[in-house]
């Protein structure tokens, strides 16, 4: 009854920009924390960014200054803003987030966007 509904991902060349978005809907009474992991081919996933509820932040070394999450809570929505990417960016990005229903709180997770950056 929780959905978690990605969007924005695309090719870009090095250099360039993209948003990308995660919409929870359903029977949320709460969410807390927010983020992004990816995915690249070959590597272990990598958290790149959460947001609490409070909107206290935290980035993977590979990403500061580089991109910015931010979330909309009327929206229940969470966004990635990426800035200055780089080839080694390509990857799949997963949002998630920790939502309490009025029965139980648990993890749910987006479908997942592809993000190519072209050199």
């Known amino acids: 009854q929780v959905q978690l509904v990605e969007s924005g991902g695309g090719l870009v060349q090095a250099g360039g920009s993209l948003r990308l978005s995660c919409a929870a809907s359903?029977?949320?009474?709460?969410?807390?924390?927010m983020g992004w992991y990816r995915r690249a081919p070959g590597k272990q996933r990598e958290l790149v960014a959460s947001i609490t509820s409070g909107t206290s932040t935290n980035y993977a070394d590979s990403v500061k200054g580089r991109f910015t999450i931010s979330r909309d809570n009327a929206k229940n929505t969470v966004y990635l803003q990426m800035n200055s990417l780089k080839p080694e960016d390509t990857a799949v990005y997963y949002c998630?987030?920790?939502?309490?229903?009025?029965?139980?709180?648990?993890?749910?997770w987006g479908q997942g966007t592809q993000v190519t950056v072209s050199s």
């Open positions: 998630y987030a920790n939502i309490a229903t009025d029965t139980y709180s648990k993890a749910y």
């Open positions: 359903g029977s949320i009474f709460r969410v807390n924390a």
